[in-house]
């Protein structure tokens, strides 16, 4: 089955940039879409088809994705940005929705 | 706006049946992919599976030989069943909207957390 493998952490300061990695075989090839999850809520999405955002979501928030990394960036990084972020892909081999192992988001 | 409210049980017995309803609002359930998502506790994501308004389903493989999702148009609600539960079915479950011209999952309701526990 298809695998997404993102760090478990990343800190960043205030004001600074947080980038989020999602590794995965070929992952260029395939569309990606993040989603934020605070404590206590359900996720939200964020970025969709790679660099994409939902309408109400800052510019703040972006993604690219190549080869075998898709990234989500967060600029200006704020407190509230602080969350679980996940990737997910549609795997059309299998058919299957897939879930990246999720990364947390600590602002200093 | 659509919203999604998930209801069921809180607490299942092991080796019995979870069954949890999603009420959608605000909208029709037709012409919509309507999925499941899992989460347990200090978890991640958990693709369950989904129903399209036309009644057919897809489920994720490792889940499939437990697990039957539908739907009520007439009530606009979608339904979870999931047979023969252990404490590794423990999490908070999420019903939510997939976007199928993107593939990805936009609306969600609040989810609901289910102990397995005898």
């Known amino acids: 089955s298809y695998v997404l493998t993102q760090p478990p952490s990343v800190s960043v300061a205030p004001g600074q940039t947080a980038t989020i990695t999602c590794a995965g075989n070929n992952i260029g090839r395939k569309s990606v879409h993040w989603y934020q999850q605070k404590p206590g809520q359900a996720p939200v999405l964020v970025v969709y088809d790679d660099t994409d955002r939902p309408s109400g979501i800052p510019e703040r928030f972006s993604g690219s994705n190549a080869g075998s990394t898709a990234t989500l960036t967060i600029s200006r990084v704020e407190a509230g940005d602080e969350a679980d972020y996940y990737c997910q892909v549609w795997d059309s081999r299998s058919d299957l929705y897939v879930f990246g192992t999720g990364a947390k988001v600590t602002v200093l | 706006q659509v919203q999604l409210q998930e209801s069921g049980p809180g607490l299942v017995k092991p080796s019995e049946t979870l069954s949890l309803t999603c009420t959608v609002s605000g909208g029709s359930i037709s012409s919509h992919y309507w999925t499941w998502i899992r989460q347990p506790p200090g978890g991640g994501l958990e693709w369950i599976g989904h129903?399209?308004?036309?009644?057919?389903?897809n489920y994720n493989p490792s889940l499939k030989s437990r697990v039957t999702i539908s739907l009520d148009s007439s009530k606009n609600q979608v339904s979870l069943r999931l047979s023969s539960v252990s404490a590794a079915d423990t999490a908070v479950y999420y019903c939510?909207?997939?976007?199928?011209?993107?593939?990805?999952?936009?609306?969600w309701g609040q989810g609901t957390m289910v102990t397995v526990s005898s």
């Open positions: 939510a909207r997939l976007e199928l011209g993107i593939r990805a999952f936009e609306i």
């Open positions: 129903v399209y308004y036309s009644g057919s389903t």
